[in-house]
């Protein structure tokens, strides 16, 4: 029996065996009742009541361990759906995350206060640093979690790697830029250009700084910076300049005088959630990764 139908047996025995009567309580029709104890005897062919006239009037020997079994299960049934939803209330400690501030402004901002919010008893660290750096802090095991991109540069064995949320890389530069006629930028097209990028403590750094090797294109990087904010105000502001950035951070600049265009063979920007891999994870640190996860698969 299902958990459903074991509450139907109890309730069989503690309405004294009256069929009627029990089916008006469970609101269910009393032949379905009779259906499922029929069924459940032939299964297992054993005998759980005792019958007088066609009629049940009690339990056999081995019906009545099983009342008591099921009780058990019932009991314990309850206290697990119980535990289930008092779990976020229960669940206290630190946890540390470590997050890049582009990241964090473009991926977290209804997500990462709900989960505060709704964890009152947990006390968060939110840890603003470039994904470079933030791979470093995490095998130090100065943070619990850290948010990276893919390739996060550690072996598989190391870190236990969720990915939250894919897009690319695409090119932001004003309207007057020659670049913004095209439809798609080629990376060729991007030789000898004038760019601003993420400063070497982001992962975008390396990962541009190995599509240009890739690419045999020299553009002339003017300046780094670990502010998005100054990257796209730069490009915004100056016609001869453009930046590279994941294409869903742009929303916020576009204007009829700031375009955003993709790249052909553009960069991935997969986002992932890591963990160095441990034998046992704390029950704060496994209710945080279930929550962040489910966060952004809604």
């Not at 309850?78 to 939803?85: A, G, S, V, Y």
């Not at 964890?119 to 470039?130: C, D, K, L, M, V």
């Not at 992932?272 to 966060?295: F, P």
């Amino acid at each position: 029996m299902d958990i459903k139908h074991l509450r139907y047996f109890v309730a069989i025995v503690e309405n004294n065996f009256n069929l009627s009567r029990t089916s008006q309580n469970l609101y269910i029709s009393q032949p379905a009742l009779s259906m499922m104890i029929s069924e459940f005897e032939t299964r297992e062919s054993i005998q759980i009541f005792k019958r007088s006239q066609g009629k049940i009037v009690g339990l056999t020997y081995a019906g009545e361990n099983y009342y008591n079994d099921a009780k058990d299960v019932i009991k314990k049934y309850n206290e697990m759906n119980k535990n289930l939803h008092s779990l976020e209330k229960t669940i206290t400690g630190h946890i540390s995350i470590g997050i890049p501030p582009l990241i964090l402004s473009v991926l977290f901002p209804k997500i990462m206060p709900k989960i505060i919010f709704d964890n009152p008893t947990i006390n968060f660290s939110i840890i603003e640093q470039g994904a470079y750096s933030l791979r470093n802090e995490l095998l130090l095991k100065n943070i619990d979690f850290a948010v990276l991109l893919y390739p996060e540069g550690i072996p598989q064995n190391v870190i236990d790697s969720f990915e939250i949320y894919r897009s690319e890389l695409a090119a932001f530069l004003s309207s007057e830029h020659k670049l913004a006629k095209k439809s798609i930028i080629n990376w060729q097209d991007l030789h000898n250009e004038n760019v601003i990028i993420f400063d070497k403590t982001f992962m975008i750094y390396h990962q541009l700084k190995e599509a240009f090797e890739r690419h045999h294109i020299y553009p002339s990087i003017i300046f780094e910076s670990s502010s998005w904010d100054f990257l796209f105000h730069s490009a915004k502001s100056n016609k001869n300049l453009l930046t590279l950035l994941p294409l869903p951070t742009g929303e916020q600049y576009l204007t009829n005088n700031f375009v955003c265009r993709r790249i052909k063979d553009p960069i991935p920007w997969r986002v992932t959630l890591c963990r160095l891999k441990k034998n046992n994870y704390s029950s704060v640190e496994n209710h945080i990764c279930d929550t962040l996860l489910e966060a952004f698969k809604a």
